[in-house]
């Protein structure tokens, strides 16, 4: 099986690269065009800034290239948010994927969010042999909103969208890789979609 990981300049690639190591699974990180489009399944993964993030996948041309896949992809925390339609940080335009827009925390919670939360509403084979209220790894300061593509939601403050599907796109805003057992659960189900 051909899996890829999406390198560009936002990136926690190789916790990423360690984690399917560790499921049997050994990924290329590329931005090669043609690779990309004859992999199995792609991880689009990210830790960063959003516009300057998206500004070099214009740049890359990979703007173009990700939302028209056709295999499961799945992007982790900045990656997910960039397949929403906008982000509130840097005032950005998205993929627009997933119908969703990307806001800042406010209000009483400590912004980033960093530690451990749980995940609830799970759907989808995404979720299989995971349970309800499962602890995951995050770091961000920014959400998606709830809409009719969100598969788990988490609570910080508001009950927003820790994961989002369309189709074959997957999203997650926690770190699977991160994650411990349920989240090695997780890489292994996205492996076998």
């Known amino acids: 099986m051909k899996v890829s990981i999406i390198k560009y300049n936002a990136g926690n690639v190789q916790s990423v690269l360690f984690a399917l190591e560790r499921i049997g699974i050994n990924a290329t990180v590329t931005d090669d065009i043609s690779i990309l489009k004859s992999s199995d399944k792609i991880i689009f993964p990210g830790v960063g800034e959003a516009s300057s993030a998206m500004q070099y996948l214009k740049e890359k041309k990979l703007d173009e290239v990700i939302v028209n896949l056709k295999q499961p992809v799945l992007g982790i925390c900045l990656g ?95 770190h ?9 659960t997780i890489l292994e189900n996205f492996i076998k979609l």
């Open 176 to 184: 699977p890789e991160k994650s411990s057992k349920a989240g090695q």
């Open 80 to 174: 997910m948010q960039l397949m929403c339609k906008s982000s509130e940080e840097g005032n950005t335009e998205c993929l627009g994927i997933f119908d969703n827009n990307i806001k800042l925390f406010s209000g009483d919670v400590k912004v980033p969010q960093i530690g451990w939360n749980n995940i609830y509403d799970l759907k989808t084979n995404l979720y299989k042999n995971v349970n309800e209220k499962e602890y995951m790894y995050f770091v961000h300061s920014y959400y998606a909103e709830l809409s009719e593509h969100t598969i788990a939601k988490t609570n910080y403050g508001l009950e927003y969208s820790s994961s989002l599907r369309n189709n074959n796109f997957y999203g997650a805003q926690f």
